[in-house]
């Protein structure tokens, strides 16, 4: 899943990606939040059972896991909720939360993976995710590590799909069920009081910076959140991560902008100075908000965090 130092990106555009959800793959299976899925094939708890990845593979485990490598850092975040972080000894250069994650070795930049050192582990469950290059997860299967891959969630659904999945290979199920359902609550709570508006500020979402400016529309994670906020994006009617010209924002005139830059000095200055946006009512009105890349960008247990800070941010009044 998911999760980018966004230089890397075309131009930075999937930045989001690597830190929050990968570029490669854009949709899961909607099947994966089934029990179908995941189901353990054992009347024991510590006897053979077997659950399903999101490339349709069976993988079955002796025995419950009990070392684990993580190279996403949503699916890290995913660990820690579910509470065995302590277990993980392997995770990517991005995993910055919670604090308890910088103390674990690096073994991948989320886009590169030291499968040498992974093996030398020998971790009992490698949780995975798909990209272009299938060649890692090939080698780390061919060494004999169990690799339990996870596409890049799409939406909400899937992010928990993702925790659910993630608890049948843990034996945690009953902890998948309260965490999504606090994730549930959470949402619900932002959704009451966005309900009572009589129309929806139109937000412009910038993840690249001038002079290549990239933005996200439908079919992205990201929309999933601003939509469940209460939320217009202006372009909602693109399709993925995109790149805009400045001609079109100033033409399409957002109320408020949102900015997940996070690699440059001053994102919201930089946007506040560019030349010729003084039309747009967000600059007008001084509606630039820069938001912790970190957690809008990762598909993981704080989504409902991520709502609420979109919310709170457009409509503070609803949340004093």
Do not use: H
Not at 3 to 24: E, R
Not at 167 to 173: C, D, I, K, Q
Not at 204 to 233: H, K, M, R
Not at 268 to 286: F, M, P, V, Y
Request: hydrophobic residues 35%.
């Amino acid at each position: 899943m998911k999760f980018i130092n966004k230089k890397w990106l075309a131009p930075l555009a999937i930045s989001l990606v690597l830190v929050g959800c990968n570029s490669q793959d854009t949709t899961k299976n909607s099947n994966t939040t089934n029990t179908d899925t995941t189901e353990k094939e054992s009347t024991e708890e510590t006897g053979p059972y077997t659950v399903m990845d999101d490339r349709g593979v069976e993988i079955t485990f002796e025995e419950v896991p009990e070392t684990i490598v993580s190279l996403q850092p949503s699916n890290t975040e995913i660990l820690f909720e579910l509470g065995v972080g302590g277990q993980i000894i392997g995770a990517t250069e991005y995993d910055t939360y919670p604090e308890e994650a910088l103390e674990i070795e690096r073994v991948s930049t989320s886009m590169v993976i030291n499968t040498e050192r992974v093996i030398e582990m020998q971790p009992d469950v490698v949780f995975a995710y798909t990209s272009g290059d299938a060649s890692p997860i090939e080698q780390l299967e061919s060494a004999g590590l169990k690799v339990f891959v996870i596409k890049t969630a799409a939406t909400i659904d899937d992010v928990y799909g993702d925790i659910e999945q993630m608890a049948a290979v843990l034996n945690l199920e009953e902890k998948a069920d309260e965490i999504v359902s606090g994730i549930e609550d959470q949402i619900a709570a932002v959704q009451e009081k966005t309900a009572s508006l009589d129309k929806k500020e139109k937000v412009y979402f910038e993840i690249s910076p001038s002079p290549d400016i990239w933005s996200v529309g439908s079919g992205t994670f990201q929309q999933e959140l601003i939509e469940a906020a209460g939320v217009e994006n202006i372009y909602a009617d693109q399709q993925s991560w995109f790149e805009v010209s400045e001609e079109d924002i100033i033409t399409r005139n957002p109320e408020a902008i949102i900015t997940t830059v996070n690699y440059s000095e001053d994102p919201k200055g930089e946007i506040l100075a560019r030349e010729g946006w003084s039309t747009i009512s967000a600059i007008q009105n001084d509606e630039v908000y820069e938001l912790n890349a970190d957690i809008l960008d990762r598909p993981g247990p704080r989504i409902g965090e991520a709502i609420e800070l979109i919310a709170s941010t457009i409509y503070p009044e609803l949340f004093n």
